[in-house]
């Protein structure tokens, strides 16, 4: 594969945001008012902070499938906790969503279960604790104080919630980008092994990691609840696959060691305008989920075939090497045979 084509997959995300914000400006009707921009906002904001969760996760070389389950968990809790007040709920909520998290790392860490198996377990776990839990029904509200934390709005007219991912992302990026743990995170996801032999204590940092998207999806599930005032057992089913896909589409690996806030940003980007887009255009939810499902599907057949082209290039190298240095002893074994 040539460099030019190479470099066109690693600006994707950057051909696709463009393609997609003309798209929904020139034939998307509303696009730009103020009510669609909101709610554009507050869609992409609840994700958000669960896709810089999820890019630590991946950075690292680990995945999670459990966050939609994290989503309705945390929910569902900090409105049947409301009565206790506020503050408290909120950290109850984030507490038992974190523990999830902590479960995860147990069984990948300590058990040396499979990233995919593993939170696919937790995922049906939770959900079927939290639809025990509300008795397979949505939970209303009882504070009306508590929706303001989803639906107010700051500065003249922008959403709680898209200052909430704000504070997410710049974290994130700070912590990937300046601080030692982050550039602990890219050494797991690069080689294990060969962190672990550095001294990075790995098991300690999967955990963290772990513990960490699952506190970003209770953040996005008490957003959530907030902005709906109801907590809802069902809520979250298609998260992880738009979080997985922004996060790919950034330009993270499913092998781990590359990816960036930055580069989620973009795919983040990416999934809300395509979302936002085919709701102006009344697509059918189902259809979304075909689109979703196709996208998700191309973007790891494009990384497969990213990642092969070096590996054929090297290999081809080598292999000519190798014949190259054969040669003399070929015509050194003519000459002695002479």
Known sequence: MNSRFTTLLRLRTLWFLIVLLVWVSVLGQGFWSVANL????????????????????????????????????SGVIVVKALPLGKPVAVVLALVVASTV?????????RLRVNPFIATLGTMVVVRGLVMTYANAQPVPGTDPAFMSLGRATIFGGFPLPGLIFVAAFVLCHMLLTYLKIGREVYALGGNEESARSSGIATDRLKMLSYATCSFTAGISGIVLAARLNTGSPIIGENTALNVITAVLLGGASLSGGVGSAFGSLGGLLCIGLLGNGLNLFDVPAYYQRIAQGLLLLLLVVLERVANRSPQVSTRTVADGRSAGGEQPSAGAAGGVSS
């Open 38 to 73: 909101q709610n554009l906002v507050v869609a992409v904001a609840v994700e958000g902070v669960m896709v810089m969760g999820m890019t630590i996760v991946m950075i690292g070389g680990g995945f999670d499938l459990s966050i939609g389950s994290v989503v309705a968990l």
């Open 101 to 109: 998290g902590l479960a995860n790392g147990t069984l990948i860490t």
